[in-house]
């Protein structure tokens, strides 16, 4: 297994405690954001969003965000299909961060796929099992 593959499919624990320290090293200026499922209330995954994701989101109806790794604009779903259609976007108190709550217009959320090769539906498919453990549900 490469090394995303571990990290994506793998049952051991490796979470990035560094991963906001380095968006904010890099100069990025985004805000986090949550997209939720608004039928079933499952949350599919955390993104970010800079100014112009967060103005095309509106405009387009669609979830737009900002890759932090790849320095883009990343339309959701723009090479998969999976698009994500906006259908009512929400603020915290603080203003610091945003709640997308969206339609899946594909197969799924997450850029993974299950053992079967289906897109899987959101980005939350393992459990902590221990503080080096995880499993699949």
Same mark, same amino acid.
């Given at each position: 297994m490469s090394g995303d593959e571990i990290l994506?499919? =793998?049952q051991t624990q490796q979470l990035d405690? +560094?991963?906001?320290?380095?968006i904010g090293e890099a100069g990025h200026r985004v805000i986090p954001v949550v997209l939720q499922e608004i039928d079933t209330k499952e949350v599919l995954f955390i993104g970010y969003a800079n100014q112009e994701a967060f103005e095309l989101?509106?405009?387009?109806?669609?979830?737009v965000l900002y890759s932090t790794s790849?320095?883009?604009?990343?339309?959701? %779903?723009? *090479?998969? %299909?999976? *698009?994500?259609s906006l259908v009512e976007?929400? /603020? +915290? @108190?603080?203003q610091n961060?945003?709640?997308?709550? /969206?339609?899946?217009d594909g197969a =799924?959320? @997450?850029? *993974?796929?299950?053992?079967? =090769? /289906? *897109?899987?539906? =959101? @980005?939350?498919?393992r459990k902590v099992d221990s503080p080096e453990k995880l499993s699949f549900v």
């Open positions: 994506e499919e =793998g405690f +560094n991963k906001l320290k380095s989101s509106l405009e387009r109806e669609s979830a790849r320095h883009e604009i990343w339309h959701k %779903g723009a *090479t998969s %299909g999976d *698009t994500l976007m929400r /603020v +915290n @108190c603080e961060s945003l709640l997308y709550m /969206v339609r899946r =799924g959320a @997450c850029h *993974t796929k299950a053992e079967a =090769g /289906v *897109t899987r539906s =959101g @980005c939350y498919y």
